[in-house]
């Protein structure tokens, strides 16, 4: 069973939300089992997997690397309601972003690399990390 479950209501919801969102919430867990909420642009690839972009020397990075346990969520409504958590492992991927995947992640986000004043290429020579969440549990109300 996947962890985003479209035949489900909240699964349908969560489906909905994230082909749509520009923003979720990394979470990664530091040194000390704090958990470290992280806004990340990112893309989910329609199934059990979300991909971000990271510059080379991040927390997160770090995170990650010393242990893979993390979590995906979206901001709720303003009163709390809608809430999306996904679970799940990270790895960072030495392969990078297929060209399919670079190609949907520069649509998805045209307009914010160029607000941020760069090119793709520009914005991915500083994003040079790709980070990969296998989603295994959703949860949310």
């Known amino acids: 069973m996947p962890a985003v479950d479209s035949t489900t209501r ?5 489906a909905a939300r994230l082909a749509d969102e520009q923003v979720v919430w990394l979470v990664t867990v530091d040194p000390h089992g704090t958990p470290q909420p992280t806004p990340v642009w990112f893309r ?5 997997e979300v991909v971000v972009k990271s510059q080379p020397r991040t927390a997160k990075l770090r995170n990650v690397r010393a ?6 969520h979206r901001n709720s409504t303003p009163s709390g309601g809608d809430v999306v958590v996904l679970t799940g492992t990270a790895s960072v991927d030495d ?3 297929s060209a399919a995947e670079r190609a949907a992640y520069d649509a998805k986000y045209d307009d914010g690399i160029r607000g941020l004043g760069t090119t793709p290429d520009g914005f991915h020579d500083d994003y040079a990390v790709t980070l990969r969440v296998r989603l295994e549990r959703l949860r949310g109300f």
């Open 10 to 14: 909240l699964g349908s919801r969560a």
């Open 67 to 72: 242990n893979p346990r993390g979590a995906v």
């Open 44 to 48: 989910w690839d329609g199934a059990d």
């Open 95 to 97: 392969d990078g972003l």
